[in-house]
């Protein structure tokens, strides 16, 4: 069935660090979104990248679309960068759903 | 820009008891959506609306859910009766009018059913 699955589940960090989280889809995919929902559970848009690879400060996203898969880089992890990191899809086959994995948990730790 | 708005922010009920919550999306985005996170778990769709025109409701119970969005802006989630699992953060969603677009979340209501 539509499957989306993040790794890994969760991640502890010593701050200045740098990670990699992955996200594997199941299906050819229309779109990709990644979050990061904070500990008072807003979720902020972080990049919306159906194929390619886009950077936005300490953080860049690279989606490989034909091999099913994105991938999270954090670098130079900050405090702040704690909480829960979402991939959702837009799968061709399932209409305008977006349907998101179970998230990868990061604490960073001062 | 403002961004998506929900009210209210935390709401605690009794089992058999109702409750509403209320949305408003970015302003000019036509498609709406609500999702319910379960602690644990990623956001699951309840229903999208385009316009004031459902899409999908097909994950919605609707033995007691509904939803509205009578003038194509604002929206109102509504349980009735309420049920323990019901316990969950709804979070409500608006992007720009198609398909596949970027969606942009609210806050979201933490719901608890006692």
Avoid: M
């Avoid at chain 1, 589940?9 to 199941?26: H, W």
């Avoid at chain 1, 807003?42 to 159906?50: A, D, E, G, K, S």
């Avoid at chain 1, 099913?68 to 702040?80: A, E, K, W």
């Avoid at chain 2, 033995?63 to 509504?78: H, I, M, N, P």
Wanted: with cysteine; glycine share 8%.
């Amino acid at each position: 069935g539509i499957q989306v699955e993040q790794s890994p589940p969760d991640l502890i960090l010593q701050e200045g660090a740098n990670s990699t989280l992955r996200c594997n889809f199941s299906d050819s995919v229309n779109n990709l979104q990644w979050f990061h929902q904070n500990p008072w559970g807003q979720l902020i848009n972080l990049f919306y990248i159906p194929s390619g690879t886009k950077q936005n400060g300490r953080l860049s996203a690279t989606t490989v679309a034909t091999e099913r898969y994105s991938l999270l880089y954090i670098s130079s992890s900050q405090t702040t960068d704690s909480g829960v990191y979402f991939c959702a899809v837009y799968f061709y086959n399932q209409g305008g759903k977006l349907i998101f994995g179970q998230g990868t948990e990061l604490s960073v730790k001062p | 820009e403002a961004g998506v708005a929900q009210s209210p922010r935390y709401k605690i009920i009794e089992k058999r008891q109702s409750v509403a919550f209320w949305c408003n999306p970015i302003s000019g985005h036509a498609t709406l959506y609500w999702y319910q996170q379960i602690l644990g778990q990623g956001p699951k769709l309840l229903i999208q609306f385009q316009n004031n025109g459902v899409v999908d409701d097909s994950q919605l119970p609707k033995d007691r859910f509904s939803a509205e969005r009578l003038k194509g802006v604002d929206s109102t989630l509504k349980i009735q009766p309420a049920k323990l699992e019901d316990s969950a953060v709804y979070l409500c969603a608006s992007s720009p009018r198609g398909s596949y677009n970027e969606q942009f979340f609210g806050p979201g209501t933490r719901l608890t059913v006692l």
